[in-house]
């Protein structure tokens, strides 16, 4: 499909946001400008977590790297080609419910399955062993009504996963779920990564879930104009386990380290609010 | 409160109402006479003797199979149309904008006006009482999918477009569920006006239907007839809603509330 860009593809990374800013136009008029000067690099098999405080532009990215939203200034670059329209290469797992309401667990995984082409039995069998996969094979009847906050991210998971995308964009996917269900989930995403590696650009407010499951933690500022203030290699040992991995001393080194940038710009975002209240 | 005392209630009240009105219009007091002259007021008797008269001699099952045929046939086209055009002017912004005024319009136009003309147009039959019928149903149809169209949730449509989905997928699979949602939510209205302008336009000029009966026992002052007529049209839009209701819970089984009523029975 991609012939000419085949040589380019192989050394491009999945996702480059290059100078990226975006402004919105408020309702009442004037603007908000959300994020600015983003330069930001995904590896084509490169786990990216993204942390930063609320509202400062984090799913704006997202949705900038999906080509939902277009940036008012710089560009997203796939596999090396300028983004416009939408990424078909990307799965997004959205911060909001997003499953469609009519159709039972399993329906919804399935029809991602349509546009590929692939028949109906086929597709319901695939997404009965994905169902299973995410532990929910026994809800696959249920509506997402029926379902917990935490068993619709799990559902919504199987549907992104099931097209097999090249690129994952998750946007607080264990946002919802109980602590033990977050550890058994993260590993399931660590085993299902390992397999074949995707690019994944990971939002989380979790600085330590960030670490635990990232090759890199990519720090954000409060808002607005939000910029990029640190970008960390996270170099622990591969495979990990979720819940051992804290107990590393490498993990504490990279924790404080990160933490250190990371609760500068929480506090300014705090204030902030604090100020708007006032 | 649970469905037996409920239903106990309910037969309650109506007989307590029959009770009033027997014994207002058929119980003597002084003088010989009873409260309420029966010529104005009929009997609860008379009524139901007449009701189950009619229905012995079949007279009454004609009649109410043209008022069905009127209803059914008015509210299919009414429903399609609606569906159409909801469907059209919700994903056409400029139809919309244009046609904005004269859609307004028209639907605030009485349209007890317009069976005269129905009838001119379409004779005494049963096409003109369809047609009335279906100036009710279009627009309230018409409304509903045109909102429902148009206010899909958005992260839910995003979702489905990073699926991959074409615009005949996204019809199929977001827009169309959720113009439906909105069609059976008024289905209970959009069914009774289908109804509504069948008798209407009975009444107004035709030779059969709940509404010509009605009609014709008015015109020589038989109350008893009136009545009788009020009362299986009355039964007839309890049977059409009971049974409007066994299909929307059949169709909206996704939605939340539905789950919890199955839950318990
Ligand atoms: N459509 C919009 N119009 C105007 N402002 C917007 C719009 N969408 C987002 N914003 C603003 O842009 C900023 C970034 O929003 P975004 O949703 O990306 O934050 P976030 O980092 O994902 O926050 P959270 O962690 O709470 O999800 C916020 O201040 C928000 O108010
Ligand atoms: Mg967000």
Known sequence: MHAP???????????????????????????????????LTVGASEFVAIVGPTGCGKSTLLNAAAGLLKPSAGGAD???????GLNARA???FQQDALMPWKTAIDNVAVALEPKGVPRAEALARGREWLGRVGLAAFADRYPHMLSGGQRKRVALAQMLIRNPQILLMDEPFGPLDAQTRQIMGNLLLDLWAQDRKAVMFVTHDLEEAIALAD?????????????????????????????????????????????????EVQKAYAQGEGANA | MRRTTLLAMQVGVGLAFLLVWHLLTAVPVSGGKPLFDPFFFSTPLDVLARTWKDLVSGELWYHLGITLTETVLAFTFGAIGGIAFGFLFARREILASVFDPYIKAANALPRVVLAPIFALWFGLGIWS??????????????????????????????????????ERQLLRHVYWP??????????????????????VGEYLGSSAGLGYKIHEAESVFDVTGVFSGMLVLAVFVIVIDTFVT????????????????????
């Not at chain 2, 992260?155 to 074409?166: H, W």
């Not at chain 2, 299909?247 to 839950?263: D, S």
């Open chain 1, 5 to 39: 860009a085949q040589v380019k593809e192989a050394d491009s990374p999945a996702v480059r946001l290059s100078q990226v800013a975006i402004t919105f136009a408020l309702k009442g008029g004037g603007t908000y400008q959300a994020v600015r000067d983003i330069d």
């Open chain 1, 78 to 84: 796939i596999f090396g080609e300028r983004l416009s």
């Open chain 1, 91 to 93: 799965g997004y797992l």
């Open chain 1, 216 to 264: 890199r933690v990519v720090v954000m500022s409060a808002g607005p104009a939000a910029r990029i203030v640190g970008d960390y290699p996270v170099s622990l040992p591969r495979p990990r386990d979720i819940a051992e991995i804290r107990l590393d001393p490498a993990f504490h080194a990279i924790h404080k380290a990160i933490w250190a940038t990371l609760r500068v």
């Open chain 2, 129 to 166: 009482k369809v047609a009335l019928g279906f100036t009710l149903v279009f627009f309230i149809v018409f409304f509903n999918v045109y909102q429902g169209v148009r206010e899909v949730s958005p992260v839910v449509l995003a979702n489905a477009r990073m699926l991959g989905m074409n």
């Open chain 2, 178 to 199: 959720a113009a439906l949602t909105w069609m059976f939510s008024s289905l209970h209205t959009s069914v009774g006006f289908a109804l509504v302008g069948a008798v």
């Open chain 2, 246 to 265: 066994a299909i929307e819970k059949r169709l909206t089984v996704w939605q939340p509330g539905t789950g919890a009523a199955t839950a318990q029975g």
